[in-house]
């Protein structure tokens, strides 16, 4: 008599609840009409536990109705089952040891081994990439081994076809036989069913829902145990089915779907969000969340799905819980692997940024006695100094004060049971410690990362192994990123459910979104270990069982049981066209549904409207200037500031607005300027330097300040690409070298450099008022021969701009002035006194030109007349007008980098854009 019975429920009604009710009529006879209904004696199988949930919420229920009391049963879901039946005298491996286990012998592995596996150099000293290998190792044994064979035998059957893959199968025996005399040291058991003795002789066991079991738990299974299987299916499908329940592939290669499926198909995931909510609020049978499910295929779609219900005030609850990886203490634990696997700044700034960590940071105090905010310390720090490594004496006091916090776990190599104390430590350090001194990480996800750290200090070789710090960091975020988290439900949020969970849903509405080809059932080239052929050869199920599982689970989610409506994207989140999985497209009835998604005209095309509040409804219209104080002075750049836009020159120059980011990966076009214009206003300052007439001397003498402005101002360790601009740097510095021994040939002596205007004596005159104007001259020289006097303004950029195109000027012309810096040098040049002797007030003014060729003139000198100075200075006087007549202006003009801050708020933001001026990042330095 056969061990194994099938149980085919029908689909009279859902099929958790027919589960219940069957369980529940097995045994009303043994406990009479009064007796509670006892289900002990019995251990049901379900695919998760979601649905181990729903069915005890079932047999709860029915009791309930009855009104008799429940004793319910042992409900497991599949990797409980060696738990719950096998009886060891080992300790079974936990999931800690099996990846630690991988981690060791991977790293114990040969060059020659991991060559064949092609682990490459980068990933062999890598514990994360180590990981990632040995958990695909793991799955590869595992599944042999379920299955009734092993590397070495999957190894001979392949080899006669493909000896590649035969070594590489071999490789992994090797390594398996490696890791296994390591278990034995540990004195634990790999785990599995074969050669295991029964805790319990003939226990009733019922499996519910397709389970796919490997061959090994089911020949166990069917030699110690009373088994059950029940289907979800009606009776006279049963020749449809194997004696464990599966589909069996040849019977459901073909077999087709109901002819009528509901379906919405719109354009574009953002199109087919909008159809969803539309249907959701059109049917009115949805009376509350629950009464609808979202069957979630697509990642891909998944955010725009979330994102579109948040928007209209639902959302989407994962059923089966948030990944660790997503949720803050998940990501605390990947910023402190980042941290001690690289020690790199944007790592650390990654970390500083968490919002627990942040809080704890301390801030620095400027030369006026001002808290700076951290991370603004931390964006200006990178912005300014590009460190690839966060070590350097002179970090920022919040970077510094990581490093310390993070100390303990720095070191070389430790045990394992000293790594775990450390990590905690760590831990309490970076977010607080409460009473008991345990980290103050959320609950829930922080207690899943607590246990998991208790787990490893029960492993069995945590006495004597030692770890380093990167590999210990790594191992415990892979065994913490893919655990589930329970959310707490919200009743505005829809249940979001996996391809697997669907069928044991009890809601009444389904709506499958992403059922889209190569979504479903995976890929014949899915392993890299155990081809297709090798699958069929060695009788492991693939992609052909997984076709028959997919078929059987959508036929009935669409068998009418439930109201499901399938909602197709034509185009995935990229843009790229997609079809429905072919599983839709069987028989006459799947053509047609291959036509309506083809035909634009059945499309789904909706326009979001939100209802808005009052205060989120008002028109705010473009960003417009504020009452504040009239400015004391003005800095001759900030003329063409205002020139593009006054409410722009009052963010910037009033408001001390400014754009803060650790975008940059190497200098910026003001930073780079600034390092070219350091070293030569040191070298201009410098008497002895600046009477040089050598080409030579003149170029070691920058090339040596260039070198100590590096050690001076660049991070300690710089990024490459930093180096990368410190050489531009010398090359333009060569250029110069030379230019400035023509200079002192044709006469011509740097007398100052970075010379201040001072705005107490440079003021513009209105009748509005008096405004002082500010600004650093860059260089003022004098010809020895000849008397004359030259104002020049260092230029970096690649072209070399002249100064006419530069203000926007042509000389004689009547056309609008972009820049007055220069006339205004000029306007106040009266006001210099250089070694005892004024300067005159019409010297020349020009650009020195650095560009990154020699093509390039480098001295530019501006070629204007006395009437375009006279019409510059005019417009200058019209400008101080203006600022102190203060009036109500409205943004019209974007200009970098506010074209990017802003962009998304101003109302005509297309003309914006199209009128923004293309302005020098250098010119952004106040003169």
């Not at 960590?357 to 030369?367: E, F, G, I, N, W």
């Amino acid at each position: 008599m056969s061990r194994v019975e099938r149980h085919f429920l029908g689909k009279s009604h859902g099929f958790l609840r027919a589960a219940a009710e069957r369980l529940i009529a097995e045994v009303s006879g043994e406990s009479g009409d009064s007796g509670p209904i006892d289900l002990r004696d019995r251990l049901v199988v379900l695919p998760g536990s979601r649905a181990a949930r729903l069915l005890l919420r079932q047999l709860t229920q029915i009791s309930h109705d009855r009104g008799v009391g429940l004793l319910p049963p042992e409900i497991e879901t599949p990797g409980q089952l060696e738990t719950q039946l096998i009886d060891r005298d080992l300790p079974r491996i936990t999931p800690e040891e099996e990846r630690l286990s991988w981690l060791m012998t991977l790293q114990a592995a040969s060059l020659a081994q991991k060559e064949s596996l092609g682990v490459e150099e980068t990933t062999s000293g890598n514990a994360t990439g180590l990981l990632k290998v040995g958990q695909l190792l793991s799955n590869t044994v595992r599944q042999l081994k379920q299955e009734g064979s092993n590397p070495g035998a999957a190894a001979h059957c392949i080899a006669p076809r493909d000896t590649e893959a035969a070594k590489r199968l071999l490789v992994v025996e090797e390594l398996e036989n490696s890791r296994l005399e390591l278990l034995r040291n540990w004195g634990v058991h790999p785990g599995g069913f074969s050669q295991a003795s029964p805790r319990e002789a003939h226990r009733k066991v019922i499996l519910i829902g397709i389970l796919e079991l490997p061959s090994t738990t089911r020949e166990w299974l069917e030699k110690h145990c009373l088994c059950q299987i029940w289907i979800d299916a009606e009776s006279e499908d049963q020749n449809l089915y194997d004696d464990w329940g599966r589909p069996i592939p040849e019977m459901w290669s073909q077999l087709e779907l109901a002819d009528a499926i509901p379906m919405i198909v719109a354009d574009q995931p953002a199109d087919l969000t909008l159809a969803v909510i539309h249907h959701i609020s059109d049917q009115t049978s949805i009376e509350k969340m629950e009464d609808v499910s979202l069957g979630l295929l697509d990642e891909d779609l998944t955010p725009w799905l979330t994102e579109g219900l948040r928007r209209h005030g639902m959302g989407i609850h994962p059923a089966a819980g948030k990944p660790h990886s997503l949720t803050s203490t998940g990501r605390l634990v990947e910023g402190i692997r980042r941290v001690v696997a690289g020690g790199s700044f944007s790592a650390f700034s990654g970390l500083a940024r968490h919002p627990l960590v942040l809080k704890r940071l301390p801030m620095r105090t400027d030369h006026k006695g001002t808290e700076v905010e951290v991370l603004k310390d931390l964006d200006r720090w990178s912005t300014e100094r590009q460190p690839d490594q966060a070590e350097d004496p002179n970090a920022p006091p919040a970077l510094l004060h990581l490093q310390e916090q993070l100390s303990p776990l720095m070191s070389d190599e430790d045990l394992l049971h000293l790594r775990i104390d450390q990590y905690l430590q760590v831990l309490g350090n970076l977010v607080g410690t409460d009473a008991d001194g345990f980290p103050l990480i959320p609950e829930g996800e922080g207690d899943l990362l607590i246990e998991t750290l208790e787990n490893l200090r029960e492993c069995g070789p945590q006495t004597e192994l030692r770890l380093a710090a990167d590999n210990f960091v790594s191992l415990v975020c892979a065994l913490t990123m893919d655990s589930l988290i329970p959310e707490e439900n919200d009743p505005s949020s829809i249940q979001g459910l996996g391809w697997l969970e669907l069928a044991m849903d009890e809601a009444p509405h389904l709506i499958l979104t992403g059922i889209s080809e190569g979504k479903l059932s995976g890929s014949l080239t899915s392993d890299p270990l155990i081809p297709e052929s090798l699958r069929r050869e060695l009788g492991i199920p693939g992609y052909e069982e997984r076709v028959a599982r997919d078929t059987h689970l959508l036929r009935s989610l669409v068998d009418g049981r439930r109201h499901t409506v399938v909602a197709l994207s034509a185009r995935d989140s990229q843009g790229n066209p997609q079809l429905p999985s072919r599983l839709l497209l069987r028989g006459e009835a799947g053509v047609q549904r291959l036509r309506d998604f083809l035909q634009p005209d059945k499309r789904v095309l909706l326009k979001e409207q939100i209802t808005e509040s009052v205060e989120e409804s008002a028109d705010l219209g473009p960003p417009r200037s504020i009452d504040a104080p009239v400015p004391e002075k003005i800095s001759v750049t900030g003329f063409a500031r205002w020139i593009a836009d006054p409410v722009l020159f009052q963010l910037e120059r009033t408001l001390n607005c400014s754009e803060c980011h650790d975008r940059d990966l190497q200098l910026s076009p003001m930073a780079f300027g600034n390092m070219v214009h350091w070293v030569l206003e040191t070298y201009g300052k410098n008497e002895a330097l600046r009477d040089l007439k050598d080409r030579d001397a003149i170029l070691e003498a920058v090339e040596s300040l260039l070198d100590q402005y590096c050690r001076i101002k660049l991070a300690q360790h710089p990024r490459a690409a930093v180096l990368v601009q410190v050489e531009q740097a010398r090359a333009r510095l060569e250029i110069w070298a030379t230019q400035q021994t023509t200079l002192r040939f044709q006469g011509w002596k740097i007398m100052a450099t970075e010379i201040a205007l001072d705005p107490e004596h440079c003021r513009l005159t209105v009748p509005e008022g008096s405004i002082g104007v500010s600004g650093r001259i860059d260089r003022v020289d004098r010809n020895e021969k000849t008397g004359e006097w030259r104002i020049l303004d260092y230029k970096t950029s690649e072209q070399g701009p002249s100064p006419e195109k530069d203000h926007g000027r042509r000389p004689g012309r009547d056309t609008e002035w972009k820049k007055l810096q220069l006339p205004l040098y000029r306007h106040f040049a009266s006001t210099l006194v250089l070694e005892g002797i004024q300067l005159p007030a019409d010297p020349e003014v020009g650009f020195f030109n650095l560009p990154g060729t020699t093509s390039a003139r480098s001295v530019q000198i501006a070629a204007w007349t006395d009437d375009d100075f006279d019409d510059a200075i005019a417009r200058a006087h019209e400008i101080a007008s203006e600022i102190l007549s203060p009036e109500e202006r409205i943004l019209e003009v974007l200009t970098p980098p506010w074209d990017r801050a802003l962009a998304g708020v101003v109302i005509d933001a297309e003309k914006s854009l199209s009128a923004m001026l293309e302005v020098s990042a250098e010119d952004e330095v106040e003169a």
